[in-house]
């Protein structure tokens, strides 16, 4: 349902809402080694993200990306959005050109919840809200480590 390029711009937007601040900015290959992108893909969804207003960036020996307060308050939505530039939560799932309630696929009525539940919280919760169920649930946005930090809890 989403494309590489949500995926990761999704990624990394929260990658930014837990470890930047303007005075701790990360630049396009510190992210892509951080989440293991590849670079010249996220350097693109970065820059498209930056000129959006979802996240922050400075030029500059001491540039990179941020996170600001009025970032934080984006949703993910608004990272789709520029990514994908549609609702990808209007599209059928199987990908038929007419698929609704009146119309559906063989899977429209299994999906059509799911899609639904996953626009309204996509829609509804901030990255903020976001970055923090990151944090309170430890999940991880990436994989890289993760064997050695499961060892020291060990």
Not at 24 to 31: A, L, M, W
Not at 67 to 96: A, R, V, Y
Request: net charge positive; proline share 5%.
């Amino acid at each position: 349902m989403l494309s590489n390029a949500s995926k990761y711009a999704i990624r990394a937007v929260l990658f930014l809402a837990e470890n930047s601040s303007y005075h701790k900015k990360y630049g396009s290959k510190q992210i892509a080694e951080e989440l293991e992108i590849p670079l010249s893909f996220i350097a693109k969804l970065l820059q498209q993200l930056a000129k959006a207003g979802v996240i922050s960036s400075t030029k500059g020996p001491k540039g990179g990306f941020f996170m600001t307060p009025q970032n934080m308050q984006n949703n993910i939505n608004s990272i789709l959005k520029e990514i994908e530039n549609e609702n990808i939560f209007e599209g059928c799932f199987l990908g038929l050109p007419r698929c609704s309630d009146e119309n559906p696929c063989p899977v429209h009525h299994i999906v059509a919840p799911f899609k639904d539940a996953l626009w309204n919280k996509f829609q509804n919760q901030t990255i903020l809200d976001f970055a923090r169920e990151i944090k309170q649930n430890g999940s991880f946005l990436s994989l890289k480590g993760v064997e050695i930090k499961r060892k020291d809890l060990l």
